[in-house]
């Protein structure tokens, strides 16, 4: 158990539909990151979030949305869902930004089991 | 061009083999290097990190980066069956995390 929580582990709609997505960080982590994985694309960078404040935005569809609460769980908002968009999505937590010099432990992620969504 | 490159694979190894893994990367900002083990059906967990250019041990894994060639290696001696698992390079950038492709390799008995 990494200590990053998702749910649901799977999840299967139809398109058109809208689904959400939940995460608990590890404890003590600030950052929230959101990734999706698919067999051709890889592992690709969705948002950050860092106490509640989006930080960096990586190839997020204008139809995905994501927020961090103040207890720093975050979801992720997927809407007017196609085929394409079945994939693993992962979260994961670090303990502050991901930072260049001096920030110890900065870029260490530690990821989520994944939610596999799967449209129909 | 994608900002990482790692070839896909997959790789097939006999058990004891020295696995050689590589990435090549555009991004000359790129300051930190990091490999990721992801077993099927898991997230990703973090096996080496370096910072800039130069080599890492750690047990039997060794992490090597050459800034001026843009290349990475992750070197696994005396490979295991356990260690059949696809591997992530990844290189931070601000405030965001780079991944290639990943590598599925297979360690048989």
């Known amino acids: 158990d990494s200590g990053v929580t998702q749910t649901p582990k799977h999840l299967i709609t139809a398109t058109g539909q809208r689904v959400t997505l939940r995460c608990s960080p590890r404890?003590?982590?600030?950052?929230v990151y959101w990734y999706q994985q698919s067999l051709d694309q890889g592992l690709q960078f969705l948002i950050q979030?860092?106490?509640?404040?989006?930080?960096a935005k990586g190839n997020i569809l204008e139809r995905f949305s994501a927020q961090q609460f103040p207890d720093l769980h975050s979801e992720l908002n997927l809407s007017s869902l196609e085929l394409g968009d079945s994939a693993l999505y992962f979260c994961?937590?670090?303990?502050?930004?991901?930072?260049?010099?001096?920030?110890?432990?900065?870029?260490?992620?530690?990821f989520g089991a994944g939610s596999r969504l799967t449209v129909l | 061009q994608k900002e990482v490159e790692q070839d896909p694979g997959p790789l097939s190894v006999p058990e004891g083999a020295i696995v050689s893994l590589n990435c090549t990367y555009s991004n000359s900002a790129f300051q930190y290097f990091m490999w990721y083990r992801q077993y099927s059906r898991k997230g990703p967990e973090l096996l080496m990190y370096t910072y800039s250019s130069g080599n890492k041990e750690d047990g039997r894994f060794t992490a090597q980066v050459d800034k001026s060639s843009k290349y990475i290696s992750l070197f696994i001696r005396d490979s295991q069956p356990s260690d059949s698992a696809t591997y992530l390079c990844?290189?931070?950038?601000?405030?965001?995390?780079?991944f290639g492709q990943g590598t599925e390799l297979s360690v048989k008995p």
């Open positions: 990844a290189m931070s950038e601000g405030g965001k995390l780079i």
């Open positions: 404890s003590g982590d600030l950052s």
């Open positions: 979030y860092y106490n509640g404040e989006e930080r």
């Open positions: 994961a937590s670090s303990a502050a930004l991901l930072q260049g010099v001096g920030v110890a432990g900065a870029n260490v992620l530690t």
